[in-house]
């Protein structure tokens, strides 16, 4: 993406990538993803972050386009994972006399990654410390855990601006134009979702802040109804089901026990319940986690297998723990030819996450949906929707 104004004085300079076809090397991207970099110019010039190395030389041209022909006195790092502190070293050496600035926690990862000489040319920051550029100040707001520990975010004060890090980002190039919802929820529940505490914590600071402006390093530039931003952040952070409704996630070997999802889909339906389904064995499971903390209610459906639950159910539901999954609603549907044992086992990792209120009753299938099975299920709603 070629540079463009943000204010008369902030340049967004980043670059969208539109080869990357996993973001961390787990996340479908098919819409691509941007890395932000923003030029600040004063009295002393700026750059807030830089971007992954493989956007590196585009990023390079866009930036000198900008400086035309002016050196950067400062670049300003708030987050060291290589997606947008791949290209520091590129640009320290292009410009030996920039200061980089950082946290305590910056420049230990910063030597971790990169082998350069920074002597004389940090620039240590702390909780509410200030840099002047001229007519333009940078205010330091720590946000350690969202997501890693060094990160953190800055507001300029005269133009209200925060530069955010990670918050507010989302998957997609911008040259796509998708709506921010669209992968801002995905991009949160996969990437941050863990560090629901810590998002509470920088949420609070920023509310003490007059912000006008957000610049996240992901995604498009926020300008308008900035309440509506903050307001799915508390949500998604503070573990809150987004709006009511069902997803249904099933694992079936043979298609017995998708059957089975789909009937339960449809009785659901049948009183009125928004129902999402999601086979995981074919999914994208960052859409399905997603799914899952959108909505206030699940039901897992899935067959035994060895002795056990059906690997991709199992994979689910660690991605749904290792997310914090919880305050929600959970009913089980299990199937087994001579052992039906899924339920209990998908129980067992379900009472390791917090306030889940998992049905009492279950629906156990052997081998294929008999008469019996839909009074079982229709019991099953009952309790569910209760």
């Given at each position: 993406m070629a540079e463009m104004k943000i204010t008369d004085s902030i340049c967004y300079v980043g670059v969208d990538d539109l080869t990357i076809d996993l973001f961390e090397s787990q996340y479908r991207v098919p819409n691509g993803v941007s890395y932000n970099s923003y030029v600040i110019f004063d009295e002393k010039t700026a750059v807030m972050d830089t971007v992954d190395s493989r956007a590196a030389v585009q990023w390079m041209e866009n930036l000198e386009k900008a400086l035309d022909g002016k050196a950067p006195d400062y670049l300003v790092v708030s987050h060291m994972e290589p997606d947008h502190a791949g290209s520091i070293q590129v640009l320290a050496e292009k410009y030996p006399e920039m200061k980089l600035v950082g946290n305590a926690k910056t420049f230990p990862m910063?030597?971790?990654?990169?082998?350069?000489?920074?002597?004389?040319?940090?620039?240590?920051?702390?909780?509410?410390?200030?840099?002047?550029?001229g007519s333009h100040t940078l205010h330091f707001v720590m946000a350690p855990m969202v997501h890693w520990p060094e990160v953190m975010v800055s507001y300029e004060d005269s133009e209200k601006v925060l530069f955010s890090a990670d918050g507010f980002g989302t998957f997609g190039a911008l040259v796509k134009n998708e709506e921010w919802i669209a992968e801002a929820r995905r991009y949160y529940m996969n990437i941050v979702g863990k560090y629901g505490m810590p998002v509470q914590t920088l949420l609070k600071k920023a509310a003490a802040l007059d912000i006008?402006?957000?610049?996240?390093?992901?995604?498009?530039?926020?300008?308008?109804?900035?309440?509506?931003?903050?307001e799915k952040y508390d949500i998604w952070s503070s573990y809150r089901p987004e709006e009511k409704g069902t997803v249904v996630a099933y694992a079936s070997i043979h298609g017995n026990t998708a059957k089975a999802a789909g009937r339960l889909a449809e009785l659901?339906?049948?009183?009125?319940?928004?129902?999402?389904?999601?086979?995981?064995?074919?999914?994208?499971?960052?859409?399905?986690?997603?799914a899952a903390f959108q909505y206030d209610k699940m039901v897992l459906a899935a067959a035994t297998y060895d002795g056990g639950?059906?690997?991709?159910?199992?994979?689910?539901?660690?991605?749904?723990?290792?997310?914090?999954?919880?305050?929600?609603?959970?009913?089980?549907?299990?199937?087994?030819?001579?052992?039906?044992?899924?339920?209990?086992?998908?129980?067992?990792?379900?009472?390791?996450?917090?306030?889940?209120?998992?049905?009492?009753?279950?629906?156990?299938?052997?081998?294929?949906?008999?008469?019996?099975?839909?009074?079982?299920?229709?019991?099953?709603?009952?309790?569910?929707?209760?």
């Open positions: 910063m030597s971790q990654f990169f082998d350069m000489d920074l002597e004389g040319r940090k620039v240590l920051v702390k909780e509410g410390d200030t840099l002047n550029l006008a402006m957000i610049c996240p390093l992901h995604g498009p530039v926020l300008k308008e109804n900035l309440g509506y931003y903050l659901l339906e049948a009183e009125g319940e928004k129902v999402t389904v999601f086979d995981l064995s074919r999914c994208d499971m960052s859409e399905a986690v997603e639950i059906f690997p991709p159910m199992e994979d689910f539901l660690h991605h749904l723990k290792s997310k914090t999954y919880q305050n929600r609603r959970v009913a089980l549907v299990e199937n087994g030819s001579w052992g039906p044992l899924a339920a209990k086992a998908m129980r067992a990792i379900l009472e390791g996450m917090k306030n889940l209120a998992i049905c009492e009753k279950v629906v156990t299938i052997k081998s294929a949906m008999k008469p019996e099975t839909e009074e079982q299920m229709k019991a099953l709603v009952e309790e569910f929707l209760q």
